[in-house]
């Protein structure tokens, strides 16, 4: 269990507690403010600072040591995320009362394209969101929140996994949740940042498994896989899929994307 669930999770997985979705939470008037400057602040300077620490650590191959524990520990109280697979999202939008699609600020950020993956969730019917500038995209407010059903949502979430979208969970000054995203690894801030080993968010609650007696080891998990985690290893002479468990995040995508069922999710050890 992550160190959040130990803080936020009042007994349980973080992200499954509705208290972190609460409105009180939004009484905090250093909260409100972060919201309502967070596109510009977080993640357009974000972008800036992330290009010039891509250009360091492909340099020397390592950032500094205390660079990197300060960047984590500021991450981890404001803008903090875990990977979730498909079955969390369907919990967690299951529980929401009012659910809305936007723009994917780090794609706009970096490409000025606008790609409408990311969702915000309110588990009250008074919602947070609205505290959101989005003429950032140049769009009235009224044109940038765009409410969806949880079918909805969720099955729009279930289109972006099929062409390799990580599922992320994300706090608003935590532990107040403020989105889920569907990015790819080239995208989004938070997985460009796990690529010069930074940790910008947990791994998944879950990991990857494979059932040896099923694969055939075709390699089309280690394709699919956004985190390297897995290769192969020879067993009576077949090969066979191997998960790192260190370096699987538990989005489940390999498990899409296998012909034989041979992967599951179980819950990590």
Not at 5 to 28: R, S
Not at 96 to 101: G, L, Y
Not at 184 to 204: E, H, K, N, W, Y
């Amino acid at each position: 269990m992550c160190e959040f669930c130990t803080k936020h999770g009042d007994g349980q997985v973080w992200f499954k507690n509705a208290k972190n979705y609460g409105n009180d939470l939004m009484a905090d008037l250093r909260r409100r403010d972060y919201i309502n400057g967070f596109f510009n602040s977080t993640i357009e300077s974000g972008i800036v600072s992330l290009g010039r620490l891509e250009t360091i650590y492909h340099k020397k191959k390592a950032l500094p040591k205390r660079l990197v524990e300060k960047m984590e520990a500021l991450a981890k109280e404001e803008h903090f995320g875990q990977v979730v697979t498909i079955e969390d999202i369907r919990e967690i939008i299951g529980k929401a009362a009012t659910i809305v699609r936007l723009p994917c600020a780090c794609r706009w950020a970096a490409q000025k394209k606008e790609n409408r993956c990311c969702y915000s969730v309110s588990y009250t019917p008074e919602v947070w969101f609205e505290g959101l500038d989005m003429s950032y995209f140049g769009l009235a407010q009224d044109e940038g929140l765009e409410r969806v059903s949880p079918d909805e949502a969720i099955a729009q979430m279930e289109n972006v996994e099929k062409d390799g979208a990580v599922h992320t969970i994300w706090t608003m000054m935590t532990p107040f949740i403020g989105a889920i995203c569907n990015c790819q690894p080239g995208d989004c801030l938070g997985l460009r940042t796990l690529a010069i080993d930074v940790q910008s968010m947990f791994r998944g609650e879950q990991m990857a498994r494979v059932d040896e007696n099923l694969c055939t080891g075709c390699g089309s998990c280690a394709d699919a896989c956004q985190f390297q985690a897995i290769s192969s290893r020879s067993v009576r002479g077949e090969d066979k899929a191997l998960v790192n468990g260190e370096q699987c995040y538990g989005c489940g995508l390999c498990r899409n994307v296998c012909p034989e069922d041979a992967l599951t999710m179980v819950t990590r050890s």
